[in-house]
């Protein structure tokens, strides 16, 4: 059974400041695997899906890497703003069945 | 707004009392899924539809019952739930492979007495 781990689970940084995201997955044979984000009380956003053969995927200041080998993926925030605090969501799918399997999340908070 | 729909946003509901969840989206989607995202869990995939058709049931009790009556719209009726019941239900559809992005709505606050 896939299982996700998202580290840490709270995260508070000034603003400006460049961070990582962690998730890990146990069961490397997956299809894709997304970040999301999640504003309180809202539904998802996608912001990166990287497919099973790529090693990375940019969008803006986002940038997010797969080696699937070693089961890990992390989230790159350049130049943090205020309006990134939210909670972000890793999620693996398996087989092309979209089964997807969630990671429990980072709280983003960034401080003006 | 991602163009995925879904009411009622909040509900509260007793034990003996049947009700519906509405999702509607308006992307030409012919994937659609429902979600259960508890305090402090991770968001669980529950069902998932293909064509109206559905693909895949996650070992859901039968307290929860889908229908898809066509590609735009998935319901989710809620009858003699129990309060562990009580989380945010999001939907969200996608094209219809496993390599498209999925987009979600804003998902219903269920809370059961």
């Known amino acids: 059974k896939q299982e996700v781990t998202q580290i840490p689970a709270a995260l508070s940084v000034p603003e400006g400041e460049n961070l990582v995201l962690n998730c890990s997955f146990t069961?490397?044979?997956?299809?894709?695997l997304q970040w999301f984000r999640q504003d309180p009380g809202k539904g998802l956003t996608s912001l990166l899906l990287i497919q099973s053969s790529q090693r990375e995927q940019t969008s803006g200041r986002l940038n997010a890497s797969l080696d699937k080998s070693s089961g890990r993926s992390t989230l790159y925030i350049a130049a943090s703003q205020p309006g990134d605090s939210a909670t972000y969501l890793c999620?693996?799918?398996?087989?092309?069945?979209?089964?997807?399997?969630f990671g429990i999340g980072t709280k983003l908070q960034v401080i003006p | 707004e991602t163009g995925v729909t879904q009411t009622p946003r909040h509900l509260v509901m007793g034990m003996t009392n049947k009700k519906s969840l509405k999702c509607e989206q308006h992307?030409?989607?012919?994937?659609m899924y429902w979600y259960k995202q508890s305090a402090k869990k991770p968001l669980e995939l529950m069902f998932v539809?293909?064509?109206?058709?559905?693909?895949e049931n996650n070992s859901v009790p039968s307290r929860f019952s889908p229908e898809c009556p066509n590609s735009s719209h998935l319901f989710l009726h809620l009858h003699t739930l129990q309060p562990e019941d009580s989380a945010l239900y999001l939907c969200a559809s996608s094209p219809s492979s496993g390599a498209d992005t999925q987009y979600f709505g804003p998902g219903t606050r269920l809370t059961v007495l």
């Open positions: 999620a693996v799918e398996m087989g092309g069945y979209q089964k997807v399997t």
């Open positions: 992307l030409g989607h012919n994937a």
């Open positions: 539809y293909n064509f109206k058709e559905q693909t």
């Open positions: 069961d490397s044979a997956i299809y894709n």
